[in-house]
């Protein structure tokens, strides 16, 4: 499999759309990724799609947050979606690396992910919890290990502590619950 990934542009909002609705199979995910490349509070804000043959078949969207009264510079991963006929051919693994290779040459510090806690691992993820980094609205304790977090520098979080600020599309309780 060839896969060239790059990074999005206004004229890829359909393309991403698809990519979306086809990967959930409804619009919730297409609805939030499209509300969020809209927002100016997600800047900074990186967004890939990945391309099998010319099509595209994965797309992945990190935007800001923060963690109130520290200077770190934070991204959260939200959403990660492939095409159905190309999931677990490493689609999705390959657009979380790069992204990641992206956000740490671009100065980012931290990435957090509300993600399945066996798969966002793989790719350096570590459940956040016992550190006191809440999310924006409360994680129930059967699924605290699904609320991760990746260090890309040498940032230390010992002494951190705070609910994550996210974007202003991304902060509805909708988008905190299963």
Same mark, same amino acid.
């Given at each position: ?9 206004m ?12 990967s ?14 809209h927002?100016?509070t997600?800047?900074?804000? &990186?967004?890939?799609l ?16 923060k963690? *109130?009264?520290?200077?770190f510079?934070?991204?959260? &991963?939200?959403?990660?979606a ?15 690396e790069a ?14 992910? &509300? ?5 966002y691992?793989k790719?350096?993820?570590? *459940?956040?919890?016992p &550190?006191?980094?809440?999310?924006p ?20 979080l010992?002494?951190?502590s705070g ?7 991304l902060?509805?309780p909708?988008?905190w619950?299963?």
């Open positions: 499999m060839t896969l060239e990934i790059r990074q999005t542009t004229s890829d909002l359909n393309e991403i759309v698809r990519v979306q609705e086809e959930f199979g409804y619009v919730k995910e297409a609805d939030l990724t499209r509300d969020l490349l927002d100016p997600a800047e900074p804000r &990186l967004s890939l990945a391309f099998e043959r010319g099509e595209a078949t994965g797309h992945i969207l990190f935007t800001a947050a963690i *109130p009264k520290t200077e510079v934070c991204s959260i &991963l939200a959403p990660l492939v095409v159905p006929k190309s999931q677990k051919q490493g689609v999705g693994g390959s657009l979380i992204g990641l290779k992206m956000l740490r040459k671009s100065g980012v510090n931290i990435v957090f992910v &509300l993600g399945h806690p066996k798969y691992p790719f350096g993820f570590t *459940p956040i919890h &550190l006191p980094i809440n999310a609205y409360p994680i129930p304790d059967e699924y605290s290990d699904a609320w991760m977090i990746q260090v890309l520098d040498d940032t230390q010992s002494s951190v609910t994550v600020v996210v974007s202003e599309k902060s509805k909708q988008h619950r299963e």
